[in-house]
């Protein structure tokens, strides 16, 4: 089915990130390179082909007037709010976490209301925690999750919903899974051994993981993310109950799984475990699955990837980009 899209003017933050990085190009691809402004607090190096393909504003959004001054100055509609800290980074510094994260999410929605913009923002399986139903974890449950990035996460879904209610704020957003990406690096995450895995495959065919052997969490490949973002922001509203807090889900491994997965296409690939405590404190409080029938009911989603599908085309992919 052909999609039609609907003229946005999109101001992405945290343009420069894991997901950024990658949305913005695709954002461009859809709507045109002028109506997608990339913003970041600063500019990184390596990164100039999202800096020089379309517009871009330095945006720190603990200053809702530096988010203010990029939407009036752009005639931004759309909000993609990305900037935020991740789970193992925001434990480490937790009222950082709560600054970013709050803060910028509050500022981003306050901007959103008064120029009438509507927002993305994505949550996380740690919006979860220990009490939650491990398994096919349902889409409205017991949400305790015992990090601040879990807790602003969970406060950022009810914030947005709030929004909507209260301002009319078209306000969206989906429980990302662990993301898994060749182009950009995350930062900070749990879940981050299941990329950092494929490059010490390529480059060392050796890798130490952090995560304890047995551990399930659900993961995505980056092609299904930037796919759900879009059609998520372009579903028909009248559809849409949960709006702020979708589960979405892809493929649920633990790392022997990945272990193997890549082992079928390198077979001296080796692994050995030094288990990071803090990490795996977080990674135990999480899920192992998500069930995402709502998403799939209420705006169609289905992912494209599982775990050997992606790994093919990761390892392809990263190969590649480490020859250069
Ligand atoms: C993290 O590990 O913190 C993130 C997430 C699951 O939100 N990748």
Same mark, same amino acid.
């Given at each position: 089915?052909?999609?039609c899209?609907?003229?946005?003017?999109?101001?992405?933050?945290?343009?420069?990130?894991?997901?950024?990085?990658?949305?913005?190009?695709?954002?461009?691809?859809i709507?045109?390179?002028?109506?997608?402004?990339?913003?970041?607090?600063?500019?990184?190096?390596?990164?100039?082909?999202?800096?020089?393909?379309?517009? =871009?504003?330095?945006?720190?959004?603990?200053?809702?007037?530096?988010?203010?001054?990029?939407?009036?100055?752009?005639?931004?509609?759309?909000?993609?709010?990305l #900037?935020?800290?991740?789970?193992?980074?925001?434990?480490?510094?937790?009222?950082?976490?709560?600054?970013?994260?709050?803060?910028?999410?509050?500022?981003?929605?306050?901007? #959103?209301? +008064?120029?009438?913009? !509507?927002? $993305?923002?994505?949550?996380?399986?740690?919006a =979860?925690?220990?009490?939650?139903?491990?398994?096919?974890?349902?889409?409205?449950?017991?949400?305790?999750?015992?990090?601040?990035?879990?807790?602003?996460?969970?406060?950022?879904?009810?914030?947005?919903?709030?929004?909507?209610?209260? $301002?009319?704020?078209?306000?969206?957003?989906?429980?990302?899974?662990?993301?898994?990406? @060749?182009?950009?690096?995350?930062?900070?995450?749990?879940?981050?051994? !299941?990329?950092?895995?494929?490059?010490?495959?390529?480059?060392?065919?050796?890798?130490?993981?952090?995560?304890?052997?047995?551990?399930?969490?659900?993961?995505? @490949?980056?092609?299904?993310?930037?796919? #759900?973002?879009?059609?998520?922001?372009?579903?028909?509203?009248?559809?849409?109950?949960?709006?702020?807090? =979708?589960?979405?889900?892809?493929?649920? $491994?633990?790392?022997?799984?990945? @272990?193997? +997965?890549?082992?079928?296409n390198?077979?001296e $690939?080796?692994?050995?475990?030094?288990?990071?405590?803090?990490?795996?404190?977080i990674?135990?409080?999480?899920?192992?699955?998500?069930?995402?029938?709502?998403?799939?009911?209420?705006?169609?989603?289905?992912?494209?990837?599982?775990?050997?599908?992606m790994?093919?085309?990761?390892?392809?992919?990263? !190969?590649?980009?480490?020859?250069?």
């Amino acid at each position: 089915m052909e999609v039609c899209y609907i003229m946005k003017k999109i101001l992405v933050t945290g343009a420069l990130g894991q997901i950024g990085s990658e949305l913005t190009m695709k954002l461009r691809d859809i709507y045109g390179r002028d109506n997608v402004v990339a913003s970041s607090r600063r500019k990184k190096e390596g990164q100039e082909s999202i800096i020089e393909s379309g517009p =871009f504003e330095i945006v720190e959004v603990t200053d809702g007037k530096q988010i203010s001054e990029a939407v009036k100055k752009y005639k931004i509609n759309t909000i993609v709010h990305l #900037a935020a800290l991740l789970s193992a980074v925001g434990e480490h510094d937790p009222q950082k976490a709560w600054n970013i994260n709050m803060n910028g999410l509050y500022n981003v929605l306050e901007v #959103a209301r +008064e120029e009438n913009c !509507a927002v $993305f923002t994505p949550s996380s399986i740690a919006a =979860f925690g220990p009490s939650t139903p491990k398994d096919k974890t349902p889409q409205d449950t017991i949400q305790r999750p015992e990090t601040m990035y879990g807790v602003t996460k969970v406060a950022g879904e009810i914030l947005s919903d709030y929004y909507f209610k209260k $301002f009319g704020v078209d306000t969206r957003g989906v429980r990302f899974p662990g993301l898994i990406s @060749y182009d950009t690096l995350p930062g900070g995450g749990t879940t981050d051994y !299941a990329v950092h895995i494929y490059y010490e495959a390529i480059k060392h065919k050796k890798y130490t993981c952090y995560i304890q052997k047995g551990t399930y969490m659900d993961m995505m @490949y980056m092609p299904d993310a930037l796919h #759900a973002i879009v059609s998520l922001m372009e579903a028909d509203p009248d559809k849409l109950i949960h709006r702020n807090a =979708f589960n979405i889900s892809a493929m649920s $491994f633990e790392p022997e799984d990945i @272990y193997g +997965e890549i082992k079928n296409n390198i077979p001296e $690939f080796t692994m050995d475990y030094d288990v990071d405590p803090v990490r795996q404190a977080i990674a135990d409080s999480w899920p192992n699955s998500l069930d995402d029938t709502a998403a799939r009911e209420e705006w169609g989603w289905k992912p494209e990837y599982d775990l050997p599908k992606m790994t093919v085309d990761m390892l392809t992919k990263l !190969a590649d980009k480490l020859k250069k």
